[in-house]
């Protein structure tokens, strides 16, 4: 049997953070520092603040907002996501996950003055799918050609910038008076993903560096026809 390394199947990994990333998480908590500031600095009467939490896309979203006057409102929230799926085919056994672990900062701006809105801000943190082919029989195939690899495996990592900017539209977070609401967002972070091929070594040497290098560049290839991730998302706000 032939284990066919799908590109769209193999995205994966494990990768302890980067430096890069320690980076955007400093700079995502002086970002955090900055509009609590902003927002302790503003008069009370200025204010309306909300809790709200809801799902999406972007996995569990929890955050505080406030409105600063006229349209325009800031928000900020964690947003988390872990899926995972095994399954065999073909001869492999496929190990995938998704990680999403991030701060989202955004300001809306009330087109009407109800609670239609116009979204825009950033998206700071991990973002990444990874997955994992392991042979228990059989070959695997690299850059069309399939190769004896019983027992050998091959990982795939596809990782989103550690920054990247969102725009979107939306209902909700306009706190016309205190209590219970809902709220709706449907944009778009915008952002390649970068990729990572790992075989093992044995894989390596039954196909060569050349082969898995084009393998790489496919599985790059078709990554970047995704130039933004989706976000739709849905939740429940409190206002006070």
Excluded: C
């Excluded at 409102?73 to 996950?97: I, K, P, Q, V, W």
């Excluded at 109800?114 to 943190?125: N, Q």
Aim: net charge positive; hydrophobic share 40%; proline share 3%.
């Amino acid at each position: 049997m032939s284990a066919e390394l799908d590109s769209a199947e193999m995205l994966i990994s494990a990768a302890d953070p980067s430096r890069r990333e320690s980076a955007a998480r400093r700079v995502s908590a002086w970002l955090l520092a900055a509009i609590i500031l902003l927002l302790a600095a503003l008069s009370p009467s200025s204010r309306a603040a909300e809790l709200y939490g809801g799902l999406g896309t972007s996995g569990v979203e929890v955050g505080i907002g406030e409105r600063v006057g006229g349209r325009v409102s800031l928000r900020m929230s964690g947003e988390f996501l872990r899926a995972s799926r095994d399954f065999e085919s073909d001869g492999a056994t496929y190990d995938t996950r998704l990680k999403f672990s991030s701060l989202g900062i955004y300001g809306d701006y009330f087109v009407t003055g109800g609670g239609f809105r116009l979204s825009a801000g950033a998206v700071i943190g991990t973002r990444k799918a990874t997955g994992n082919a392991v042979a228990t029989n059989g070959t695997l195939s690299i850059n069309g050609s399939s190769y004896p690899a019983a027992g050998e495996s091959v990982g795939a990592e596809a990782k989103f910038p550690s920054a990247a900017p969102y725009i979107g539209i939306g209902y909700g977070h306009h706190q016309p008076s205190k209590g219970s609401g809902f709220y709706l967002d449907l944009g778009v972070v915008i952002g390649k993903a970068k990729t990572t091929l790992s075989p093992s070594a044995g894989i390596v040497a039954a196909a060569g560096q050349a082969n898995v290098d084009a393998e790489q560049r496919k599985l790059q290839d078709s990554v970047d026809k995704l130039k933004a991730y989706p976000v739709l998302k849905f939740g429940f706000s409190f206002a006070f």
